[in-house]
């Protein structure tokens, strides 16, 4: 016992050691979506409510209620919503690997004391060794906080299974709770959830699970949801209507994440349900529905599987599982002096250690960090200064109104009145698909930032929603006055201002100091 909790430890220290090094490569990288959820997080913490903008129609621009809730407490505090977000991120994905580590001691009860924490370690070395893992701990979106729910309210249902109380019964409905307000399809886990508990549960269960189901979740959530349409008028997030409007199937990007990414995983998770738990059919249940309900919408920006990432830790768990199954199969003893059986025994280890390192070996570490990497240069060379630099042009007669696709940090950090051109936070694009250039400019923009593939010429994202919009700046002769490079050949914004205008001169006063362009 004391050799195998010696082991545990190093390769929990490893695991630690792994995270560590890969936080330290991405540790820049903040996703332009995140600025999004600080921007409502502000204005609820100034009191206006979850808005985008002080003024003008509501838009339900964020996904998660929960983040835009948790980013509130540092503009409450006055300190860096940036560091803030990375910091409980961090917190998050080290919460999901003590879950992690929890849940496959619970379900490889066949193995020894001393093995079930090997294994138990193994498994969060095995996610910590993940460079995604780290993308999303540091990215400033929710998904580090939806992946620890989404362990912990399995690990709840498999407690519950083994062991129904009242309490348990209302811990799964809680952290069922905090699931569906952190992501919308966390609901549809959820359900899918207690009904697999509804059906497998023990008649004596069933009086407990009214608790959990109906008290501390179905009620709190049809609540939110209420309050939510009375509040936007809308039935689901913005996201929801752009998304779902000519967006092609998602097939591809959950084939790639779950053979990919997770090929080996997957095998040994597929081996480790030949003999599967009551505990834990809930949570394949749940992740098998999750990644089917990705099949379509296919998500727009979806880096380093960000919308799938939260069924990682339990397609890990039940890898550990299938991972047990086979060391138990290689170790046995046919009989005590069978030398075939020792052989199989002293080598065991050192397979199960090579099926380990095959499951991350695969994994494309290089190029996800390097993208990651890339997609932080790219805000600190356009983004982040052109939302400083617009901050802090002024004294100005009146609230300018910038007008911009990727509205994210520039909308945050310049403080402007925004129209999103995309319509991810403007409820008539988003609803209507109206990207007319009469809607966009009844607005009168004092800034358009436009998306263009080249610096000289104009080629824009596909899908032609952005051409009325370039369109009229060239009809109402809008001064193009600077092209900030996000990725060199690949993705230039091109701001426009009304030309000389005091914003126009402003821009193109500060462009070396604040934007590096001379």
């Not at 399995?154 to 009242?166: D, G, V």
């Not at 979806?302 to 599982?321: E, H, K, M, N, Q």
């Not at 100005?396 to 991810?424: M, R």
Request: charged share 15%; proline share 7%; aromatic share 12%.
């Amino acid at each position: 016992m004391r050799k195998h909790a010696f082991i545990a430890s190093l390769l929990l220290l490893a695991a630690g050691a792994a995270l560590a090094y890969w936080i330290t490569q991405v540790w820049s990288y903040t996703m332009d979506d995140s600025y999004i959820t600080f921007r409502y997080a502000r204005n609820l913490a100034a009191g206006l409510g979850p808005v985008f903008n002080e003024s003008g129609p509501r838009a339900e621009g964020y996904t998660s209620f929960l983040w835009v809730v948790i980013m509130a407490i540092p503009h409450l505090l006055k300190i860096d919503a940036v560091l803030f977000s990375k910091v409980v991120g961090i917190a998050a994905i080290v919460g999901s690997f003590v879950v992690l580590f929890l849940f496959v001691l619970r379900t490889t009860t066949f193995l020894g004391e001393g093995q079930r924490l090997i294994f138990a370690a193994l498994a969060v070395a095995m996610i910590a060794s993940f460079p995604m893992t780290a993308i999303h701990a540091v990215s400033g979106m929710e998904t580090a906080v939806s992946t620890l729910l989404f362990a912990a309210f399995f690990y709840a249902c498999a407690l519950f299974m083994e062991r129904p109380t009242k309490r348990l019964a209302i811990a799964c409905g809680l952290l069922g709770l905090l699931l569906g307000l952190a992501r919308p399809e966390g609901n549809l886990v959820v359900v899918v959830a207690f009904a697999c508990m509804v059906f497998m549960a023990p008649p004596e269960a069933r009086r407990h699970l009214p608790l959990g189901i109906v008290v501390a979740y179905a009620v709190p959530i049809t609540l939110y949801f209420l309050w939510r349409y009375a509040y936007f008028g809308l039935v689901a997030p913005l996201s929801f209507y752009v998304k779902v409007s000519g967006a092609p199937r998602g097939m591809g990007r959950v084939a790639r994440y779950l053979f990919e990414a997770l090929t080996v995983p997957v095998a040994l998770g597929v081996l480790g349900m030949s003999k599967p738990s009551k505990g834990v059919i809930p949570a394949v249940v749940g992740t098998v529905v999750f990644c089917l309900f990705f099949l379509y919408p296919a998500h727009i920006m979806s880096p380093a599987y960000r919308f799938l990432y939260p069924a990682t830790p339990i397609i890990v768990v039940l890898a550990s599982i299938g991972l047990a199954r086979i060391f138990v199969h290689l170790a046995r003893e046919e009989s005590p002096s069978a030398p075939k059986a020792r052989l199989h025994r002293r080598y065991a280890p050192i397979i199960v250690g090579l099926i380990w390192l095959a499951a991350v070996a695969p994994l494309p570490a290089r190029s996800e960090i390097a993208a990651s990497r890339a997609y932080a240069g790219g805000m600190e060379r356009a983004h982040i200064p052109l939302g400083r630099l617009l901050g802090h042009i002024g004294p100005l007669s009146a609230k300018p109104v910038l007008a911009i696709a990727d509205a994210g940090a520039v909308p945050y950090l310049s403080g402007w009145q925004t129209i999103d051109i995309l319509g991810l936070n403007d409820a008539h694009i988003a609803v209507t698909g109206d990207h007319s250039a009469h809607y966009l400019f009844s607005y009168h923009p004092d800034v358009v930032v436009l998306i263009s593939k080249y610096p000289q010429v104009y080629d824009p994202p596909p899908g032609g929603w952005q051409d009325p919009c370039y369109e009229a700046c060239e009809a109402n002769h809008m001064q193009k006055v600077v092209v900030l490079e996000f990725a060199r050949g690949a993705y230039y914004l091109w701001v426009y201002a009304r030309p000389g205008s005091q914003i126009a001169r402003a821009i193109e006063r500060n462009a070396g100091s604040w934007l590096g362009v001379h």
